[in-house]
């Protein structure tokens, strides 16, 4: 594995953990704004930055491209889909998302 598949793999690893991070903050963060800081009318705001801050992050993770073979990580074709968001390798060459779990490298 080169240097530039483990670091294509640690962003598309890094992305992915962002959509969670957008899902699991959305509701605090709004519940915060509106009932703690008694801030009525930026709450919606808040609601629009946070869901176009995760479909944004949502389409970068969606594009990612394979640092191997190229192809869309997480489509089977050339057309993206969130089908297969949660798999582990890519659609295309089964490249892993974790390098470090593949216990025999050379068989991959
Ligand atoms: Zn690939």
Avoid: Q
Wanted: aromatic share 10%; with cysteine.
């Amino acid at each position: 594995m080169t240097l530039k598949e483990t670091a294509g793999l640690r962003k598309i690893r890094r992305e992915r953990i962002w959509i969670l991070v957008w899902i699991l903050t959305y509701v605090p963060v709004v519940c915060i704004v509106k009932y703690g800081l008694h801030l009525h009318d930026v709450a919606g705001p808040v609601a629009f930055i946070w869901v176009a801050a995760l479909l944004g992050n949502l389409a970068r993770v969606i594009y990612s491209r394979c640092p191997r073979c190229a192809g869309l990580f997480f489509s089977t074709d050339e057309s993206a889909s969130v089908r297969n968001l949660l798999t582990s390798k890519c659609m295309h060459c089964g490249l892993s998302l974790k390098p470090e779990r593949v216990m025999y490298p050379s068989l991959e």
